[in-house]
């Protein structure tokens, strides 16, 4: 095929352009990466913390579903929150992972009690449980209180029972939590720092 002068400065333009093009990010391969984005256009977001360890990393949960009465809603993706102080927006793998630990089969989504000698758990309420929990630490703390030392010192000590907290607080809960145990008079008061 004979090529005029005219016609190879018409072609080497357009490949030149056409390479300028990519080089901007109009490839399809690019194109293509924007599907993540159209994936969340239609989700809601609910900001939480990682409740793997005390690092405390902020994640953010996007769900389908307009959160209106007897709608289903499902978290479909989980990522990290780029405006948390802590982490910045990255996670671990560990964290990384959280949306098959919030859909996995075993995941447990109800208390478990087991009765005193008993070999089998059942699920019970959230109100049932702490009912339970708050009527055991009071019986509990009436029986074993001791307001004063052998000395006659003011102690207000509860030794009977320990306190440990959920690794995924954050200063603010901690904080609370920290009061209130303090306040019933227990001493043994720990924080998970790992799951
Ligand atoms: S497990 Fe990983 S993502 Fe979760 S709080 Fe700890 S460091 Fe952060």
Known sequence: MQ???RQFVKYTAGGIGATSLVALGFSPKKALAEVRQFKLAHTSETR?????CAVDCGIIMYN???RSKNARTEIIHIEGDPDHPVNRGTLCPKGAGLIDFIHSPTRLTHPQYRAPGGTE???????????????????DRDANFVARNADGLTVNRWLTTGMLAASASSNEVGYVTHKVIRSLGILSFDNQARV
């Open 64 to 66: 389908l579903g307009d």
């Open 48 to 52: 939480n913390t990682c409740p793997y």
């Open 3 to 5: 090529v005029t002068r």
């Open 121 to 139: 758990w059942q699920s019970i309420t959230w109100d049932e449980a702490l009912d339970k929990i708050a009527r055991l630490m009071k019986a």
